[in-house]
């Protein structure tokens, strides 16, 4: 076999993501460097083609972390301008009926407004790119447009990162202009990908991470940002609903936030443990926007950016380990967001400081790496995002076991009662909850009327995502002929509805055969084909780095 020839480099901590998890880690490390007057290397790599070009998030902020972090954030201009004033939340009865919820009844964790914190409507993909221009500033190295390929783990411990090659032709010849793949070697890695990491995945799996805890779960998020008339913009109006267009075995909700510029961002955020596989959870979200309550905001508007991307919801009782020999998992990689209030960044962005402040004061005292590090569990368990997971901790599974409106009345009184009900878990699969297509209708979906509703083809324009064709498709199929032997008639292929973006097809071949067909180049990253697939049968690998999404202000 032929030995490539790599350029190495070597860090005392590389970050796998410019996410809020990872750039809070590094500032963290160099600001304790800084205050140590201590030489210390710390780089961040970043798949897409620039610091938050692959970030999408609803998002109302929680700033307790950043606080932490920068308690000057005002002063040096971090990109949160627009508080929460108003907070409503609705139950869709059909298309044209709803129902407010009193505030009374809504689950204090739930509330965004009235509370000793401020909470900000922002864009998060906003917030990494200021949080990289602050790392930038403190010294940290960031790599956008390179992806973390491969783990490098010599003797049981994680010892760094593998770049993937550039420039590899779709059948893995070398094109003109190759370039190798770098190690980037570093006494420890933080793994901050996001939901579904593929390496946070393998590391699970190789460090058996996950054992005695509930399989994780995951929802996917589709959202949309929309300039709004200015007599139907309110800044700071925080709503949030569910029912309507999901029927009772299908969880989720949606939200629509009033940002700042006469923005209004919409999304759906649908559990993917669902049943039925006629479902398109693109098509659910079309539709949700035509209710009254929502089209409301949206009519006379003009939809300006689309995107998706999958969310880590199983909370604390789906938490692996987050410590390995030489690395840890930290943010949505590990699974830290609290759905119990919508919300992630914060938690990610703490996990992110604890990480830090447990690898500098390691490597400070000489640790040369390789280590367990132990002393970051004890930190994280005696945490404020810890405790939030662990007082939140059956507020996804009572959903799933209740349904929605039963779910809600028991994570009601479980907060009511002081955290004292019994533990519910979930221990179904996401990809094991979906059932044969026979025991179900198809769902005919209306056709978008180009004005609240759209296609798929025009939403992916919307998201700016771009590949270079003639790469390796990053979509690996174990079995190349399992989609149409077994997915086809028992599950009429899924593929074709979960994603997002249109990259999976049955199309008939030249013999009016059906043909499984991977339009890689739509693919937004949101890792549902690699969660839902019922057979497990595809993985999602990084294609060559800058590929993918390019969110604007997402």
């Given at each position: 076999?032929?030995t490539?020839?790599?350029?190495?480099?070597?860090?005392?901590?590389?970050?796998?993501?410019?996410?809020?998890?990872?750039?809070?880690?590094?500032?963290?490390?160099?600001?304790?460097?800084?205050d140590?007057?201590?030489?210390?290397?710390v780089?961040?790599?970043?798949k897409g083609?620039?610091?938050?070009?692959?970030?999408?998030?609803?998002?109302?902020?929680?700033?307790?972390?950043?606080?932490?972090?920068f308690?000057?954030?005002?002063?040096?201009?971090?990109?949160?301008?627009?508080?929460?004033?108003?907070?409503?939340?609705?139950?869709?009865k059909?298309?044209?009926?709803a129902?407010?919820?009193?505030?009374?009844?809504?689950?204090?964790?739930?509330?965004?407004?009235?509370s000793?914190?401020?909470?900000?409507?922002?864009?998060?993909?906003?917030?990494?790119?200021?949080?990289?221009?602050?790392?930038?500033?403190?010294?940290?190295?960031?790599?956008p447009?390179?992806?973390?390929?491969?783990?490098?783990?010599?003797?049981?411990?994680?010892?760094?990162?593998?770049?993937?090659?550039?420039?590899v032709?779709?059948?893995?010849?070398?094109?003109?202009?190759?370039m190798?793949?770098?190690?980037?070697?570093?006494?420890?890695?933080?793994?901050?990908?996001?939901?579904?990491?593929?390496?946070?995945?393998?590391?699970?799996?190789?460090?058996?991470?996950?054992?005695?805890?509930?399989?994780?779960?995951?929802?996917?998020?589709?959202?949309?940002?929309?300039?709004?008339?200015?007599?139907?913009?309110?800044?700071?109006?925080?709503?949030?609903?569910?029912?309507?267009?999901?029927?009772?075995?299908?969880?989720?909700?949606?939200?629509?936030?009033?940002?700042?510029?006469?923005?209004?961002?919409?999304?759906?955020?649908?559990?993917?443990?669902?049943q039925?596989?006629?479902?398109?959870?693109?098509?659910?979200?079309?539709?949700?926007?035509?209710?009254?309550?929502?089209?409301q905001?949206?009519?006379?508007?003009?939809?300006?950016?689309?995107?998706?991307?999958?969310?880590?919801?199983?909370?604390?009782?789906?938490?692996?380990?987050?410590?390995f020999?030489?690395g840890?998992?930290?943010?949505?990689?590990?699974?830290?967001?609290?759905?119990?209030?919508i919300?992630?960044l914060?938690?990610?962005?703490?996990?992110?400081?604890?990480?830090?402040?447990?690898?500098?004061?390691?490597?400070?005292g000489?640790?040369?790496?390789?280590?367990e590090?132990?002393?970051?569990?004890?930190?994280?368990?005696?945490?404020?995002?810890?405790?939030?997971?662990?007082?939140?901790?059956?507020?996804?599974?009572?959903?799933?076991?209740?349904?929605?409106?039963?779910?809600?009345?028991?994570?009601?009184?479980?907060?009511?009662?002081g955290?004292?009900?019994?533990?519910?878990?979930?221990?179904?699969?996401?990809?094991?909850?979906?059932?044969?297509?026979?025991?179900?209708e198809?769902?005919?979906y209306?056709?978008?009327?180009?004005?609240?509703?759209?296609?798929?083809?025009?939403?992916?324009f919307?998201?700016?995502?771009?590949?270079?064709?003639?790469?390796?498709?990053?979509?690996?199929?174990?079995?190349?002929?399992?989609?149409?032997?077994?997915?086809?008639?028992?599950?009429?292929?899924?593929?074709?509805?979960?994603?997002?973006?249109?990259?999976?097809?049955?199309?008939?071949?030249?013999?009016?055969?059906?043909?499984?067909?991977?339009?890689?180049?739509?693919?937004?990253?949101?890792?549902?084909?690699?969660?839902?697939?019922?057979?497990?049968?595809?993985?999602?690998?990084?294609?060559?780095?800058?590929?993918?999404p390019?969110?604007?202000?997402?």
């Open positions: 076999m032929e490539v020839e790599r350029d190495v480099m070597d860090f005392d901590v590389v970050i796998v993501g410019a996410g809020p998890s990872g750039l809070a880690a590094a500032c963290r490390l160099m600001q304790q460097a800084n140590a007057e201590q030489e210390f290397t780089c961040v790599v970043e083609s620039e610091v938050g070009a692959h970030i999408l998030s609803g998002a109302v902020f929680e700033p307790r972390a950043l606080t932490e972090l308690p000057d954030w005002k002063e040096r201009g971090a990109p949160l301008t627009t508080p929460a004033i108003r907070d409503d939340v609705f139950l869709l059909d298309a044209a009926k129902q407010k919820v009193p505030n009374a009844l809504v689950p204090k964790s739930m509330h965004n407004t009235g000793e914190q401020s909470r900000y409507v922002i864009s998060a993909g906003n917030l990494c790119r200021w949080l990289g221009e602050q790392a930038e500033a403190l010294g940290v190295e960031i790599f447009g390179f992806a973390a390929q491969e783990v490098i783990i010599e003797d049981g411990a994680v010892r760094g990162i593998l770049i993937g090659d550039m420039g032709s779709a059948d893995g010849t070398p094109k003109d202009g190759h190798p793949g770098m190690e980037l070697r570093a006494k420890y890695t933080l793994f901050a990908e996001g939901a579904r990491g593929h390496l946070g995945k393998r590391l699970i799996k190789d460090f058996s991470l996950d054992e005695g805890r509930d399989p994780q779960h995951y929802g996917i998020g589709l959202k949309e940002l929309w300039d709004v008339p200015a007599d139907k913009h309110e800044p700071g109006l925080v709503v949030h609903g569910s029912g309507w267009p999901l029927d009772k075995n299908t969880h989720g909700g949606w939200f629509l936030y009033h940002s700042e510029n006469q923005q209004v961002v919409v999304g759906l955020i649908m559990d993917l443990g669902y039925n596989p006629w479902l398109s959870p693109f098509d659910e979200f079309q539709r949700m926007k035509h209710h009254p309550v929502l089209s905001y949206l009519e006379g508007g003009k939809r300006v950016a689309y995107g998706a991307r999958a969310i880590t919801k199983g909370g604390l009782n789906s938490l692996p380990k987050m410590t020999p030489g840890l998992l930290i943010g949505c990689d590990a699974g830290t967001l609290n759905f119990s209030k919300k992630g914060h938690t990610a962005m703490k996990s992110g400081l604890v990480a830090a402040e447990s690898v500098f004061e390691a490597i400070q000489g640790d040369e790496g390789a280590q590090l132990t002393s970051f569990t004890h930190k994280w368990e005696a945490s404020w995002a810890y405790q939030e997971l662990k007082e939140s901790a059956s507020f996804g599974p009572a959903i799933h076991k209740y349904g929605t409106v039963g779910g809600g009345a028991y994570n009601f009184a479980h907060q009511l009662l955290n004292k009900l019994p533990n519910v878990h979930d221990i179904t699969t996401d990809y094991g909850a979906l059932k044969p297509a026979a025991e179900f198809k769902i005919n209306p056709k978008p009327d180009g004005k609240l509703s759209f296609d798929k083809p025009t939403s992916v919307l998201s700016n995502t771009n590949h270079e064709e003639d790469q390796p498709c990053h979509l690996h199929l174990d079995d190349p002929e399992l989609p149409i032997r077994d997915n086809l008639p028992k599950y009429a292929e899924p593929a074709q509805r979960y994603c997002p973006a249109g990259v999976y097809e049955v199309v008939e071949d030249s013999a009016g055969q059906p043909r499984f067909q991977i339009n890689f180049q739509n693919c937004v990253h949101c890792k549902t084909c690699d969660i839902k697939d019922p057979a497990q049968n595809i993985t999602w690998v990084a294609p060559e780095g800058g590929g993918g390019n969110y604007p202000n997402m």
